[in-house]
């Protein structure tokens, strides 16, 4: 199973990026995809997941309103949206997927993507 993040980049504040996380190696069909970051010196923290169906998603706080997480079934991809980027969105932003939606521990990770917002 591979989870292969792209798309990230420099960015002026108020720009915007998107993100793709490519899944291939299984059938990711009733997974949870999810999106994670990790600022330099702070513990990883949730994003935004989706259901693999594309019915329900879920964002942090910080995020909402700014940030939109798809799937696209036939590329086996996931994209988060990110417009109104400001400085403190600066981090690595990693994809994640899970089989059990009600557990805490996701099942496979994939590389980070570094995301830079400048002021």
């Known amino acids: 199973v591979q989870l292969q993040a792209s798309g990230g980049g420099l960015v002026q504040a108020g720009g915007s990026l998107r993100l793709s996380c490519s899944a291939s190696?299984?059938?990711?069909?009733?997974?949870?995809m999810g999106w994670f970051r990790q600022a330099s010196g702070k513990e990883r923290e949730f994003v935004s997941r989706?259901?693999?169906?594309?019915?329900?998603?879920y964002y942090a706080d910080s995020v909402k309103g700014r940030f939109t997480v798809s799937w696209d079934n036939a590329k086996s991809t996931v994209y988060l949206q990110m417009n109104n980027l400001k400085p403190e969105d600066t981090a690595v932003y990693s994809c994640?997927?899970?089989?059990?939606?009600?557990?805490?521990?996701?099942?496979?990770w994939g590389q980070g993507t570094q995301v830079t917002v400048s002021s």
């Open positions: 989706i259901w693999w169906s594309g019915g329900m998603t």
């Open positions: 190696g299984r059938t990711f069909s009733g997974y949870v």
């Open positions: 994640a997927a899970k089989s059990n939606a009600y557990t805490t521990s996701w099942d496979y």
